[in-house]
């Protein structure tokens, strides 16, 4: 058989997320621009698109978003399932704020049940009690903190719990054989420990990989 070519040749993605991919929302288009301006790491629109569509198929009651950065993926999310409760974590208050300015321009912030907590995902993890009842989480942080995050929530998440991870293929660096940067060893980690303990997990190639699995 004549090997296929990569789908992921240059300016392809780029044009999958200005022109084929739905925003429910022109303000999207917007947090978009400001995040490449202010290099500000969000997920890609497609990205956002399928965990949208995750969250509207699962309906959970209650999310717990590790990583806010400036609120993009939380506002797919609510767009997603609006009635969902979200919890959005993160250490960056100034930049998470932003969230509220976006929300308020989408119309939503009379829709939508979001809580924005400033504090380490590590320390606020700590307490499980916060968390415990917690139906879909949703991963986005520092790449380092990945297996501690696994380790600490699988064992005590509810069963049939939720969870996403972003930057599975973290820039394609998961095909070195040898990884030498701290961040790099933490998604291979994170890989190694969901393959050995996870029955059932799902791949979605879109942006920077999208992991997602159940309790």
């Known amino acids: ?96 704020k932003l969230l509220d300015g976006y929300a308020q321009k989408m119309g939503l912030e009379s829709q939508m049940d979001v809580t924005r907590v400033n504090c380490s995902v590590i320390d606020y993890l700590a307490n499980e009690s916060l968390w415990k009842d917690v139906d879909f989480f949703f991963v986005d942080c520092d790449k380092i903190t990945y297996p501690t995050i696994f380790r600490t929530l699988w064992p005590k998440a509810k069963k049939g719990a939720s969870f996403v991870y972003d930057n599975v293929l973290w820039h394609g660096r998961v095909l070195d054989p040898d990884p030498k940067k701290p961040s790099d060893m933490a998604v291979m980690e994170l890989w190694n420990e969901v393959k050995s303990q996870v029955s059932e997990y799902t791949l979605f190639p879109v942006g920077d990989g999208l992991l997602f699995f159940q309790k």
């Open 1 to 96: 058989m004549k090997p296929r070519p990569s789908i992921y040749i240059d300016g392809l993605e780029p044009f999958i997320d200005s022109e084929l991919v739905y925003k429910p929302n022109p303000v999207f288009s917007e947090m978009e621009r400001y995040a490449k301006e202010k290099n500000i790491p969000i997920v890609t629109a497609a990205t956002g698109g399928v965990l949208s569509q995750i969250v509207s198929f699962i309906k959970p009651n209650k999310i717990l978003e590790l990583g806010t950065g400036l609120g993009y993926s939380t506002l797919w999310m609510v767009k997603g399932n609006p009635s969902s409760n979200i919890i959005t974590i993160d250490r960056h208050e100034e930049q998470a």
